[in-house]
């Protein structure tokens, strides 16, 4: 079993900075890709960024120049680093994973965390 625990959402004021973190625990033998998504009240989860096992990234056009996605393969975790932050930030950030080796016979697992309310004040 694999547990995804998000940390670091909180309440900033507009252009202010936050660092989201997810960090992976179980059964894990690699990570693969790992991402982040939001949802906002009344909204669609929508896709925000990613990262291959490679360090290969993708942005959501809305975040790409603001925010940075980055890993930590050793101590099986992603993090989000969040700048020039926005009230249409506003959301609750999700880590999701893709994939994740948990044996040596070949299974994996995928699966979201249980979410990181990030609001952002005008």
């Known amino acids: 079993q694999v547990q995804l625990v998000e940390s670091g959402g909180g309440l900033v004021q507009a252009g202010g900075s936050l660092r989201l973190s997810c960090v992976a625990s179980g059964s894990i033998v690699r990570l693969n890709d790992m991402g982040w998504y939001r949802q906002a009240p009344g909204k669609q989860r929508e896709f925000v960024a990613r990262i291959t096992s490679d360090g290969i990234t993708h942005y959501a056009d809305f975040v790409r120049g603001r925010f940075t996605i980055s890993r930590h393969n050793a101590k099986n975790s992603v993090y989000l680093q969040m700048n020039s932050l926005k009230p249409e930030d506003t959301a609750v950030y999700y880590c999701?994973?893709?994939?994740?080796?948990?044996?040596?016979?070949?299974?994996?697992?995928?699966?979201w965390g249980q979410g990181t309310q990030v609001t952002v004040s005008s």
């Open positions: 999701d994973a893709d994939s994740i080796l948990i044996d040596s016979y070949g299974s994996t697992w995928s699966g």
